[in-house]
């Protein structure tokens, strides 16, 4: 079996290696490509790669290139963790909304649109090589923003499921807290990609006994805190939302407070760059535990089993993807991209049926999915009416003042990255 990782220079990597070292009998590679036009980046990412699999035995091969079309040439599955731009696009995309009033945020408001606009042709231009080299390859879309660049690969027709680990975060707490095994906890998650909520905690599968309400009694302080929500909203809504939610239920308590302090994306480029040195010392033959405050947590797991599964392996037979809603949620376009539980097999993901949703809930889910048709719009053909358009329809900013001067700012940050502008 063959994976090819895009992105595979990515400090997230190792995080991903360990993984596919740890989890062989569930996905067994073979070859592992790991991608990325920085050659020296790659090179130390590559090593260490090479060195966490042979410290524990594994047997597959890592394989570093630049050149997309040989890395993957024969692959069965091609992951995608890339981001255009680098870190240095990311502290904009989380600085300039701030003068706004507006949240900046990667992958949400003005920042997300930005992300979206510099990568769906991208990913596009990728994917394509990818069907005219080997088509039967699934794709697996880790790269952010999530809902909006699966969208538009499953828009052209390519084999694309999309990957988020918010879900399998979710699943570990939960395990915890109730001293039973993840594999023992079946989530009732229901949204969109970094806007869904958990309704129900089931043990043992779809039909198991739904534990949620024990766990908002008896553990609600700490699953609010973890959310930095109140814990009487979490006891009032009577699910658990996704900490992006937070950028909802407190949009300008959370401007204030990015305001206050350095960017996540200027703390993530010096990491980045204490991982590297640490990736390049010869010795170092597993993740460093700094890679855990990367971000990113369990995201090998989830990325193995979901493999495992779309290629016929021993994967788990419900897990949380993107994919098209197909009437799961009725109140949403058939082509909308959802983010639930699914049957996933070869044949790709068949979500799971999903009860009557709050109007609380499909409300907001409806103005974000408007959002995001409109955003993938602009990032299809380009032109400041339709960023001005995705910008007025996202709920977190609106107000046509805010849409006309976010405009003006995303393309004077992103000018390089837009072939229209």
Known sequence: ?????????????????????????????????????????????????????????????????????????????????????????????????????????????????????????????????????????????????????????????????????VAIGFQRKFAALLGVTPADVHLDHMGLNHLTWETGV????????????????????????????????????????????????AHDEVVRELRAKPSRAAEVAAMEQELLQMYGDPELDGKPALLARRGGAYYSEAAVDLAAALLGGSGSPYQVVNAYNHGTLPFLPDDAVIEVQAAVGPHGPAPLPVPAVDPLYAGLMANVTAYEELALDAALRGGRDRVFRALLSHPLIGQYDYADALTDRLIAHNREHLAWA
Not at 139 to 161: M, S
């Open 1 to 165: 079996m063959k994976l090819t990782v895009v992105g595979g220079g990515s400090t997230y990597t190792p995080e991903l290696i360990d993984g596919f070292a740890r989890l062989r009998d569930t996905l067994p590679v073979e070859e592992l490509v790991l991608l990325d036009p920085a050659a020296e980046r790659l090179e130390l990412v590559g090593g260490l790669a090479r060195r966490i699999l042979a410290k524990q035995g594994h047997p597959g091969r890592v394989v570093t290139t630049g050149d997309l079309d040989e890395a993957v040439e024969g692959a069965d599955a091609v992951l995608l963790q890339l981001r255009v731009g680098g870190q240095a696009a990311r502290e904009q995309d989380e600085t300039w909304p701030l003068e706004c009033g507006c949240v900046g945020q990667e992958t949400t408001g003005a920042g997300g649109l930005a992300k979206a606009l510099r990568t769906v042709p991208v990913v596009l231009d990728i994917a394509e090589r990818v069907r005219r080299r080997n088509p039967k390859a699934w794709i697996i879309d880790f790269t952010n923003p999530v809902g909006i660049v699966t969208r538009a690969l499953l828009k052209e027709g390519h084999r694309a499921v999309g990957l988020c680990n």
């Open 202 to 249: 089931r043990l043992g599968g779809p039909e198991g006994e739904n534990v949620l309400p024990k766990l908002l009694t008896e553990h609600g302080e700490a699953i609010a805190a973890d959310l930095r929500l109140p814990r009487a909203l979490v006891d009032r809504l009577g699910v658990v939302p996704s900490y992006y939610l937070r950028y909802y239920y």
